[in-house]
C-alpha cells in the first residue's frame, strides 16, 4: 500500500512540473507579482477608536487582464515598528483599468502611523 501511495505521489507531481516545463502560461500566471503588475492609484488610511481600515484605487498597468490579484497592508507605528497586516483580493481588472479596494478596519493595540502594501499574487485572464 505504502509503495501504490509513492508511486501516485510522484506521479502527481511528476505532471505538475512538466505542466509548468510545457505549458509557459502556467509560470506566467502562478507566479508572484515581480513585475509591478499592479500600482496602487491612491489610498487612505481612516480610523474608529482602536480600528484602522484602509480604502483606495488600484491600477492595471499589466498588457493583460487581470482575473485575480491578492494584496497584503502591513501596518506601521511611528517608528517604523511592524504592527500586522491585512489581506485583500481584487478580481477583473481590464488592462489600464482600475477597482476600488475596502480593507476591513482591524484593531490594533499601538497607533498605526503608515502603511505600506505588498502585492502577493496576480493571475491574469483573457
Known amino acids: ?3 501504490e501511495f509513492k508511486i501516485i505521489i510522484g506521479l ?4 505538475i512540473i512538466l505542466a509548468f516545463i510545457f505549458v509557459p502560461s502556467l509560470r506566467e500566471i502562478l507566479k508572484p507579482d515581480e513585475k509591478g503588475y499592479l500600482k496602487i492609484v491612491k489610498y487612505e488610511m481612516f ?6 481600515g484602509v480604502k ?3 491600477k492595471n498597468i499589466a498588457k493583460k487582464n487581470i482575473s485575480y ?3 497584503r497592508v502591513k501596518y506601521y507605528d511611528k517608528n517604523n515598528t511592524y504592527l500586522g497586516y491585512s489581506l ?3 478580481q477583473d481588472i481590464p488592462v489600464g483599468g482600475t477597482r476600488n479596494f475596502f480593507v476591513e478596519p482591524r484593531k490594533f493595540s499601538q497607533q498605526v ?3 505600506s502594501f505588498e502585492v502577493l499574487t496576480t ?3 483573457d
Open 123 to 125: 493571475y491574469f485572464g
Open 1 to 3: 500500500m505504502k509503495n
Open 56 to 58: 483606495g484605487v488600484v
Open 88 to 90: 485583500e483580493t481584487l
Open 69 to 71: 490579484c491578492e494584496f
Open 113 to 115: 502611523d503608515h502603511i
Open 47 to 52: 480610523s474608529n477608536g482602536d480600528y484602522v
Open 12 to 15: 502527481v507531481i511528476g505532471c
